[in-house]
């Protein structure tokens, strides 16, 4: 029988508008993260946005405003561009 890798809803608030906003995260890639392991090697199933309101708990829409950033497609994935710096 294959194991499944469980996953832990994450809540994040944003400290810009105060929106809630729940991530899924898996557990193993969580305590990883938390161990010290770079997030974006303990869960590279996130994106960028993901990634960063665990950081920060900014949601994308306030970074978008408050860093003047653009959304830009890429692959079907979402990335912010900020004056030439892209993920």
Same mark, same amino acid.
């Given at each position: 029988?294959?194991? +499944?890798?469980?996953?832990?809803?994450?809540? +994040?608030?944003?400290?810009?508008?105060?929106?809630? *906003?729940?991530? *899924?995260? #898996?557990? #193993?890639?969580?305590?990883?993260?938390?161990?010290?392991?770079?997030?974006?090697?303990?869960?590279?199933?996130? +994106?960028?946005?993901?990634?960063?309101?665990?950081?920060?708990?900014?949601?994308?829409?306030?970074?978008?405003?408050?860093?003047?950033?653009?959304?830009?497609?890429?692959?079907?994935?979402?990335?912010?561009?900020?004056?030439?710096?892209?993920?």
């Amino acid at each position: 029988m294959a194991t +499944t890798n469980p996953h832990l809803p994450v809540e +994040t608030q944003c400290p810009i508008c105060h929106a809630i *906003e729940n991530i *899924e995260v #898996s557990a #193993s890639g969580f305590a990883q993260w938390h161990a010290g392991k770079n997030i974006q090697d303990a869960l590279p199933e996130l +994106t960028n946005v993901q990634r960063e309101q665990l950081l920060s708990g900014t949601c994308g829409p306030c970074w978008i405003d408050f860093f003047n950033m653009v959304p830009k497609q890429h692959h079907g994935q979402a990335l912010l561009e900020l004056r030439g710096w892209t993920n």
